[in-house]
C-alpha cells in the first residue's frame, strides 16, 4: 500500500534540492526523502527527477510514499552488564552484552540497546524507522562488543554511508573449533538465506558479496582463537564462513559447533565478540577508535582450555 500525493511547489521551496523539498513538505526525514527520489517514486511534471534537481514555484510534484507498518514500540529497558564507552552530541558507543537485540523486532521482548539508552536518559534523535532510529550496524542477540548508534539527524546519514562503503574498521575475537590452516587468510564467499533452514545463512552463489580476514592469536586445546576483520557485514557472517571452513565457532550449535566443547567451557552461546571499532567522526572529520574487554563468560571459557594444555 502507498499514498500517492500530488502538490503544487510553493514559492518558499524555490531553489531548493528536490529530496530537501520532498522532506519539508510531507514532513519526512532528508534520508527517506532521497530514497524515494532513487526508487523512482517521485516525479516532477510527469518526469522522474535526479536528487539534484532543483525545485520551481508552480511545478507540479507527485510522490508515492509507501505505507509503513506500525512500528514497533522502543520500550525504555535497562540492559544489566551495557556500558556506554563513549557519548558526544553525534554519536554514542556502547559495549553491549549477550542476550540484547541492537533494536525492537516482532518476536522480540527483551531488552534492547534503544530501549537501554532511552532509560539512560540518552536521547537518540537520528534518521531511520522509529523502531531503529540511529541504527547503523547490529549485533546479534547472542554477539557481544562494541555498537555505534547515531544520535543526531546530521551523524546518522554520514555513518550510514561509512559502514556500507566499508570505511568502518570492525575487529571481533572469535573462538573456532579445530585448527586452522593457513594460519592466516580471507575467506571471499557470498552468503544468502538458507533455503533448508529458518534462522540460517549459508554460503551460496546467489549470496551477497561477503569477504572476512582472519588470523590465528592463540593455539588451544581443540581450538583456535582468532582475530577477525570484516569488510562487509553481512547476517551471521562470520559464523556462516567459519562454518564452510568447517571450523564452526565454539558455542554455536546453529552452525554445527560441538556441543561438548560448550559444555566443558561453560557456554551457552557462540564464542563471538566485537573488540574494536575505527571510524572516522561524523562529523569532526577525525578518527575515532574504541576498544573492549572479553566478557565473563567468554573469558571462562578460554582460561578453561588454557588448563587443559597446562
Not at 538458507?194 to 586445546?221: C, F, N, Q, W
Request: aromatic share 4%; proline share 7%.
Amino acid at each position: 500500500m502507498s499514498d500517492v500525493r500530488t502538490v503544487p511547489v510553493p514559492d518558499g521551496l524555490a531553489g531548493e534540492r528536490v529530496d530537501v523539498g520532498i522532506a519539508r513538505l510531507f514532513g519526512l526525514s532528508r534520508t527517506r526523502a532521497a530514497d524515494l527520489v532513487t526508487a523512482g517514486a517521485v516525479d516532477i511534471d510527469g518526469q522522474a527527477p535526479a536528487r539534484s534537481t532543483r525545485l520551481e514555484p508552480g511545478m507540479m510534484l507527485t510522490v508515492e510514499i509507501p505505507t509503513e507498518r506500525p512500528a514497533v514500540e522502543v520500550r525504555p529497558m535497562i540492559a544489566p552488564g551495557m556500558t556506554l564507552v563513549h557519548e558526544d552530541e553525534d554519536i554514542v558507543v556502547v559495549d553491549k552484552p549477550v542476550g540484547v537485540a541492537a533494536h525492537p523486532s516482532a518476536g522480540w521482548d527483551g531488552p534492547t540497546v534503544l530501549g537501554h539508552l532511552a532509560a539512560a536518559g540518552v536521547r537518540i534523535t537520528a534518521g531511520g524507522p522509529p523502531e531503529r532510529r540511529g541504527i547503523v550496524s547490529r549485533l546479534d542477540v547472542g554477539t557481544s562488543g562494541l555498537m555505534v548508534v547515531a544520535k543526531s539527524e546530521r551523524a546518522y546519514p554520514v555513518l550510514k554511508e561509512a559502514f556500507s562503503s566499508r570505511r568502518v574498521d570492525k575487529t571481533y575475537h572469535a573462538l573456532a573449533q579445530g585448527h586452522l590452516d593457513p594460519r592466516a587468510g580471507t575467506i571471499d564467499a557470498a552468503i544468502g538465506r538458507s533455503p533448508h533452514h529458518d534462522y540460517r545463512y549459508a554460503v551460496m552463489s546467489t549470496g551477497k558479496h561477503a569477504i572476512t580476514h582472519y588470523e590465528v592469536i592463540e593455539e588451544l586445546p581443540g581450538a583456535d582463537l582468532l582475530r577477525i576483520k570484516l569488510e562487509t557485514g553481512r547476517t551471521h557472517q562470520i559464523r556462516v564462513h567459519m562454518s564452510a571452513m568447517r571450523h564452526p565457532l565454539v558455542g554455536d550449535p546453529l552452525y554445527g559447533a560441538d556441543p561438548t566443547l560448550a559444555e566443558r567451557t561453560g557456554l551457552v552461546r557462540q564464542w563471538l565478540h566485537a573488540m574494536e571499532l575505527a571510524f572516522e567522526h561524523p562529523t569532526r572529520g577525525e578518527r575515532v577508535s574504541f576498544s573492549s574487554q572479553h566478557p565473563a563468560d567468554l573469558a571462562h571459557a578460554l582460561d578453561v582450555l588454557r588448563e587443559g594444555a597446562a
